[in-house]
T-cell receptor, first 114, second 117 residues
Framework: GAGVSQSPSNKVTEKGKDVELRCDPI?????LYWYRQSLGQGLEFLIY????????KSGLPSDRFSAERTGGSVSTLTIQRTQQEDSAVYLC????????????FGPGTRLTVL | AQKVTQAQTEISVVEKEDVTLDCVYE???????LFWYKQPPSGELVFLIR????DEQNEISGRYSWNFQKSTSSFNFTITASQVVDSAVYFC??????????????WGLGTSLAVNP
């Protein structure tokens, strides 16, 4: 079956603009995660969705970051008023239920803020 | 606090050599999961293995093997007879059962492995 897909694959934007990043998880996976991968910072957790439960937003770095997940499937990560330090690869992962199940990752969106 | 340390930033070997990637973790939980992921130059993270904290049995999958030792909080990864296609960044990660349903992964900084012909 299809894996996790993300769009766009690359996004270049100007400082101060808003961006939306999209994630399509694997069908049937109820858990969805967003991570950010920055040079020198490694991978860091941003936000987690599980079914219809309230998301865990504890990893979002500022209130400029938000995410939603519609219908328990597609998720959108929005960054408002982008800053240069937001430049990174944004990775989406999904897993079947939660537990200790392995997470399957999408190819990521490379965001460059000029 | 939870933490994953991969002390080796970069490793370079010649094809057919064996290579071990180290991973040391910290957690206060008694139930947790450990993972290895591979990130080839294409960038997509590929799942390799998951172990839970109650299963210390070593695992072998082809040329890959993993050594989990709770006594030293280590989960090391060995590639036997390395090949050029093994060149990638390898990440070790931890998730904790007491985190509730959010089994976010806590990542090491990765080890970049270069296998030269």
């Amino acid at each position: 079956g299809a894996g996790v897909s993300q769009s766009p694959s690359n996004k270049v934007t100007e400082k101060g603009k808003d961006v939306e990043l999209r994630c399509d998880p694997i069908s049937g996976h109820t858990a969805l995660y967003w991570y950010r991968q920055s040079l020198g910072q490694g991978l860091e957790f941003l936000i987690y969705f599980q079914g219809n439960s309230a998301p865990d937003k504890s990893g979002l770095p500022s209130d400029r970051f938000s995410a939603e997940r519609t219908g328990g499937s597609v998720s959108t990560l929005t960054i408002q008023r982008t800053q240069q330090e937001d430049s990174a690869v944004y990775l989406c992962a999904s897993s079947f239920l939660a537990g200790g199940n392995e997470q399957f990752f999408g190819p990521g969106t490379r965001l460059t803020v000029l | 606090a939870q933490k994953v340390t991969q002390a080796q930033t970069e490793i370079s070997v010649v094809e057919k050599e064996d290579v071990t990637l180290d991973c040391v973790y910290e957690t206060r939980d008694t139930t947790y999961y450990l993972f290895w992921y591979k990130q080839p130059p294409s960038g997509e993270l590929v799942f390799l293995i998951r172990r839970n904290s109650f299963d210390e049995q070593n695992e072998i999958s082809g040329r890959y093997s993993w050594n989990f030792q709770k006594s030293t909080s280590s989960f090391n990864f060995t590639i036997t007879a390395s090949q050029v296609v093994d060149s990638a960044v390898y990440f070790c990660a931890l998730s904790e059962a007491n985190a509730g349903n959010n089994r976010k992964l806590i990542w090491g900084l990765g080890t970049s492995l270069a296998v030269n012909p």
